[in-house]
């Protein structure tokens, strides 16, 4: 598994958890990166997305001001810091390679998937 994702877990509401995602086949540093989150019966959806070099950032509505990506591209990883979490909030998270250095919202790449569940 080259995306390998990591950090999901049971959480209340008004917390915190951060997700990592790890590209062991280091192909990605050239690569904007991108978490999208998905809930049965629903259809994959943007979370957050970093440019090549982490200069530049965008979230969904949802989790503007909660949630932030940021990537080490020394570790070859990126991360998604969540706080103020909500039960609205739970889903598979996958952390995505995308097609180019700036997000463009075409994934190239998608890790397995780690599920987040915010209890009420």
């Known amino acids: 598994v080259q995306l390998q994702a990591s950090g999901g877990g049971l959480v209340q509401a008004g917390g915190s958890l951060r997700l990592s995602c790890a590209d062991s086949?280091?192909?990605?540093?050239?690569?904007?990166m991108a978490w999208y989150r998905q809930t049965p019966g629903k259809e994959r959806e943007f979370v957050a997305a970093v440019s090549w070099n982490g200069g530049t950032t965008s979230y969904a509505d949802a989790v503007k001001g909660r949630f932030t990506i940021s990537r080490d591209r020394a570790k070859n990883t990126v991360y998604l810091q969540m706080n103020s979490l909500k039960a609205e909030d739970t889903a598979v998270y996958y952390c995505?390679?995308?097609?180019?250095?700036?997000?463009?919202?075409?994934?190239?790449?998608w890790g397995q998937g780690t599920l987040v569940t915010v209890s009420s």
């Open positions: 995505a390679v995308d097609l180019r250095a700036i997000y463009s919202g075409s994934p190239q790449r």
């Open positions: 086949g280091r192909t990605s540093s050239n690569n904007a």
